[in-house]
């Protein structure tokens, strides 16, 4: 695969457990030590609340040890590389819809994606909490391999994508580790 190629959908997509959407912000933070947060060691850090949050960082710098990851955000370009910068893992770049001059899911904006990347879409993993925004426009791209990373958030729709797991950890294990 070239590129793995992933959306930061409320920061919500970079975990291994479900959020309610309230608590999307708080965790896109959680890499950095936050009020009301505990920073904790290994791969996971409790919450005030007392439970344990799988760290986005680990499951992240796996897969970037291998892969180029790369954002398209319909965030700005500000708020998309503050957000890039708090999930621990190097990127190979950020592109936002600020950049494109299209939002998701408009095909301009992927089309700017795979121009500034250099390469085609079937040679890239598309890895994505929403169908509806990402994985359909990918597919519709010549997309073939997509990952559907279900936070519960939207239903299924295998038409638009070839795997689907729950976590990143499941998208390092289709990758083979």
Known sequence: HGPVVGDQRGGNGFTGRQLPRRDAEAEVRAVAPARGMEQGCGPFFARSDGERVQRPQFPLARLAAR????????????????????????LHAVYTAEQARAYKPRLGAFEYLYAQLGCRPQDTLHVSASPRYDLQSATDLGVRETV????????SAPHCHAYEVTTLTGVAELLGF
Do not use: F, K, M, T
């Not at 180029?68 to 910068?85: C, F, G, T």
């Not at 990373?149 to 239903?155: D, I, Q």
């Open 67 to 90: 892969y180029p990851l790369v954002i398209l955000s319909n965030a700005s370009d500000q708020h998309a590389s503050r957000n890039a910068a708090l999930l621990g893992a190097p």
């Open 148 to 155: 559907y990373l279900n936070r519960g958030y939207e239903p």
